[in-house]
């Protein structure tokens, strides 16, 4: 089996790294790609599990962040979204802890109602050391009483696919410079079977991955497998991305996403700048307009000229089609709102190594489980990044209309549970759990009608007691730990 990767940046590098570890030079690896395309390369934020990504590919961590010019990440700080002036943290890791299978949050709920002074947030450790500026990962000889915190990454992701790119060909596979011109397909299966290069080569192969960004060279304009487009749930259809400098802020180790007239803004920082950029609709705000909101709530010195990227929200109605697996953003995109793109290109390649084909003929059977689990995932991040939309207060006409929107069922019924007794729904699967939709879902200003009844059967004033004291220790214990900026000078900056 000789495999072909269509496209370098973190898609093609990632699958590239991915399949060059677990294959072990049992078979030949390539990958096309052209300096002169280029990569959109504005994702630079993560979620945890990107942490084992890279321990499966034997990465060291620190070498990782050093190489990429990263920092930490233990969530992202929504301002805005609600109404104007608010702001609220979408954690990553659990609050508190359950009591007798009860989940915390349910018996803050009830704490709330009886005048309990602090938010949900105050029994996060990762909100907690967001908000002191702190970062600690876990180690074997941490102190009992230290909480571990869940963290992903923020990274240049063009450094990423730099350091992915060595890896890979330190382990076999070859890169080929060069522009596709031509696909060649077998008159009878319509299987693909070679790529022409513009110099005349040909690299011919036996299963595909398309990782030729918005275009999908191979799965859509070559094997015209269709797109699902969910714009009228996510109407955001541009973004402008811009680096500036670092601030006197320092290293926050969070992500920040601040709401606007007709979009949001993101900003990420990294140990040699900071990445900004403008999700907005078209048609409610100009392109010149969206610049000049961008550019007057940078916090810095501009790096560079704003970059325009138009996009459609949506996924490829099938991933995998024939001997074709479109990854990153030929597969399909969803506004990095929630960091998920990256995870998507990884959870794809396992998946892939998982039902990989045997042979050059095709097996539907793989190839169903693999859309089929795939369109799944897709449908619930999309549900969570449409739940900040449509749970919005504010008053300009882009937000109205968001909040008056018809949304799917699915996210409906979670809407419905939630606001009924402040329970999640459970898919198999999901990505985000529990902890993460009760954040948003309370952040936004969803507020349960009732809690749990179980939560009712403790005595008010020892739930009240069990609390405090437990709020105290967390935060006197993330107190303890070095600033974010502290523990990356010391264990990992970057040249």
């Given at each position: 089996m000789h495999f072909v990767i269509v496209g370098g940046g973190s898609a093609g590098w990632m699958a590239a790294a991915a399949l060059a570890h677990a294959l072990q030079g049992m078979h030949p690896i390539s990958l096309i790609e052209s300096e002169e395309i280029g990569t959109v390369g504005v994702g630079e934020a993560t979620i945890p599990p990107l942490q084992f990504f890279n321990k499966v590919l034997g990465i060291n961590e620190r070498e990782f962040v050093r190489a990429t010019q990263a920092s930490f990440k233990l969530g992202i700080q929504f301002r805005n979204w609600g109404h104007a002036g608010h702001q609220y943290f979408h954690q990553f890791g659990e609050f508190g802890a359950n009591v007798d299978g009860i989940s915390f949050h349910q018996l803050w709920l009830r704490l709330s109602a009886h005048g309990h002074p602090h938010p949900l947030s105050d029994y996060s450790p990762a909100a907690i050391a967001a908000t002191q500026g702190r970062f600690l990962p876990p180690f074997p000889t941490m102190p009992r009483d230290m909480p571990q915190l869940a963290y992903a990454y923020h990274f240049d992701a063009g450094l990423y696919a730099r350091f992915l790119r060595s890896y890979a060909e330190q382990r076999g596979v070859v890169r080929h410079e060069g522009r596709i011109v031509h696909v060649d397909r077998d008159g009878d299966s319509g299987l693909i079977r070679g790529l022409g290069l513009q110099d005349g080569r040909n690299i011919t192969g036996d299963f595909f991955l398309d990782c030729s960004g918005f275009q999908g060279l191979l799965i859509e304009r070559t094997l015209g497998t269709g797109f699902e487009d969910w714009s009228h749930w996510l109407p955001c259809n541009r973004a402008l991305a811009v680096p500036c400098e670092r601030n006197d802020e320092g290293l926050v180790p969070y992500t920040r996403s601040t709401a606007h007239q007709a979009g949001w803004q993101w900003r990420i920082p990294l140990q040699h700048r900071t990445g900004n950029g403008h999700v907005y609709c078209s048609n409610y705000i100009s392109d010149d307009d969206a610049a000049r909101v961008l550019l007057a709530n940078l916090d810095a010195k501009l790096l560079a000229e704003p970059r325009l990227l138009r996009f459609t929200t949506g996924r490829r109605r099938k991933f995998w089609n024939g001997n074709c697996l479109a990854l990153g953003l030929a597969g399909g995109f969803l506004e990095p709102l929630e960091s998920t793109s990256l995870h998507l290109v990884q959870a794809a390649v396992f998946r892939f190594l998982s039902l990989m084909p045997l042979s050059a003929s095709r097996d539907p059977a793989p190839e169903a489980e693999f859309n089929r689990i795939s369109i799944a995932e897709y449908e619930q991040i999309r549900d969570f990044i449409i739940l900040h939309y449509v749970a919005n207060r504010r008053e300009e006409s882009f937000?109205?209309?968001?909040?008056?929107?018809?949304?799917?069922?699915?996210?409906?019924?979670?809407?419905?549970?939630?606001?009924?007794?402040?329970?999640?729904?459970?898919?198999?699967?999901?990505?985000?759990?529990?902890?993460?939709?009760?954040?948003?879902?309370?952040?936004?200003?969803?507020?349960?009608?009732h809690w749990d009844p179980l939560a009712d059967i403790a005595p008010l004033a020892d739930l009240q007691q069990k609390a405090e004291g437990l709020r105290s220790k967390l935060h006197a214990a993330v107190a303890r730990m070095p600033t974010h900026q502290q523990f990356i000078e010391s264990n990992c900056k970057a040249a």
């Open positions: 937000w109205r209309d968001c909040r008056h929107m018809s949304i799917p069922e699915t996210l409906a019924h979670r809407l419905e549970l939630f606001r009924s007794r402040g329970s999640v729904a459970r898919h198999d699967g999901q990505l985000f759990a529990d902890a993460s939709w009760v954040a948003v879902m309370l952040g936004q200003g969803v507020q349960p009608q």
